[in-house]
């Protein structure tokens, strides 16, 4: 599969190395030559300098030939022009990443008349992540299947939680709920347990049931249903606005300090029931005199990821109950991991994701079953996928214990006729059915976890 890159940004950068490790063909156009070169060390991949709107720049990179163009320079313009000319040139399909919100607003009407595949907005991708956690604050972090009816949550087991000693069979026994631990992360380990595995303090679970399974769940472990009303944001961005409109549409209370005046204008014409601060919320008075220690919720969203981290851990230190922030750079999001903060999230990993479920789903189309839904979790370590079952064939009506599976990889889920049925070896996969599988591979096919 060949597919042509146009911008070496964040997205970019992410998808190029992801792309580049899963072996696809690509080709990088950037008008930086510096960071190309380095992209160029770091990457199994060819590059080309100069402007992804020009068509001869297009045809340098053999875009007339490609499967697929994904177009994430730093203006929705020059991609959205990008992807025009791409369609007309003869690409295949084409993704554009649209940030601004007014487009946004209009993109299904632009879809159709740019003859784009697919349109990422990295902002609401990352305010619809977080708006889920701050909805099931027991989490940190909460990605849907099924078209929301199925969600894998990732938990962190604490000290005096009742899991700690129990092993994941005993745990099924004693709770008698429709739960499956999918993956655990243990230290610098990552596993894909049995029923013989046995949990322990510190463990980041990743469990996949439905929603009220879930607060079943919770409950029975003596979780108060704790519901976040109260929320501070700091930043007013786009991911701000998208998540502050989400989160008073649930009834939330919600405040955002933004330190610039002709943004909290904004802001307060946007969003008439929020209340805007005017003010730097890296200062640590405003925050205390803004109520900081009675939000339910605290979650910092600015430009840059250490305003971010430290007031997170500011925030720790006031007693708050949940606490989101917002780090790009993955390299500092694995080193604040351990220091208490809730939820990471980076709306540079939610697009990514969002774009290699498309190719995924583009490159095995021919398939008996097709990737619907893809999440990295853990860091990358694991993913989980949901694939639809599109035709018979030899892992279909056949019981499930009679399917031998790769070690590392796990069926999780099935869902029929609005039916989710959490799998053991009597089940079975038939025509229709979605099914989640969670892999410590690279998998393109639902075959390919198969012996």
């Not at 991609?79 to 025009?84: E, F, W």
């Not at 962190?156 to 700690?164: D, F, G, K, Q």
């Amino acid at each position: 599969m060949k597919i042509v890159i146009i911008g070496d940004g964040k997205v970019g950068h992410k998808l190029t190395a992801q792309l580049s490790e899963e072996n696809y063909d690509v080709v990088l156009i950037d008008q930086n030559e510096g960071k190309l070169k380095e992209a160029v060390n770091e990457l199994d991949i060819f590059c080309i300098t100069g402007n992804g709107a020009d068509a001869a720049v297009q045809k340098q990179a053999d875009v007339p030939h490609a499967d697929l163009v994904i177009a994430c320079a730093s203006t929705d313009e020059l991609n959205m022009l990008s992807c025009l000319l791409a369609r007309r040139l003869g690409a295949r399909h084409t993704i554009a990443r649209v940030r601004n919100p007014v487009y946004y607003r209009q993109i299904d009407l632009l879809k159709e008349d740019l003859h784009l595949s697919m349109a990422v907005n990295p902002e609401l991708t990352a305010a619809n992540e977080i708006s889920r956690v701050l909805l099931f604050p027991e989490t940190s972090k909460v990605e849907t299947f099924m078209k929301g009816r199925v969600e894998l949550v990732e938990f962190n087991i604490r000290e005096n939680s009742p899991l700690v000693g129990l092993s994941l069979a005993e745990v099924y026994r004693k709770f008698q709920i429709k739960i499956l631990v999918c993956a655990v992360k243990r230290e610098t380990e990552v596993y894909i347990p049995d029923g013989d595995f046995v949990l322990q303090q510190g463990d980041k679970m990743h469990i996949a049931a439905a929603h009220q399974d879930l607060e079943s769940f919770f409950k029975s472990l003596g979780h108060k249903n704790a519901k976040v009303k109260k929320v501070l944001i700091c930043g007013g961005g786009h991911v701000c606005f998208y998540l502050a409109g989400q989160l008073l549409q649930a009834g939330m209370q919600v405040k955002i300090i933004e330190r610039d005046q002709r943004r909290c204008e904004e802001l307060c014409e946007l969003l008439p029931k929020a209340t805007v601060i005017n003010g730097d919320a890296a200062d640590h008075d405003l925050l205390i005199e803004e109520g900081i220690g009675e939000a339910d919720a605290v979650v910092s969203l600015t430009g840059m990821d250490e305003e971010n981290i430290i007031m997170a851990l500011f925030a720790k230190t006031q007693g708050v109950g949940k606490i989101i922030a917002k780090v790009n750079e993955d390299s500092r999001a694995q080193m604040v991991e351990g220091l208490g903060i809730d939820s990471i999230v980076s709306a540079k990993s939610a697009t990514a994701d969002a774009i290699m479920s498309y190719v995924r789903a583009r490159n095995n189309s021919a398939s008996s079953a097709n990737v619907e839904t893809m999440y990295q979790l853990l860091g990358g370590r694991v993913e989980a996928l949901e694939f639809i079952i599109k035709s018979e064939c030899r892992f279909t009506n056949v019981p499930l214990k009679n399917l031998k599976t790769r070690q590392n990889n796990l069926i999780a889920c099935i869902g029929r006729n609005r039916r989710i049925i959490i799998p053991n070896g009597e089940d079975h996969l038939e025509v229709g059915d979605s099914v989640i599988v969670v892999t410590k591979d690279h998998i393109n096919n639902f075959s390919d976890i198969l012996v």
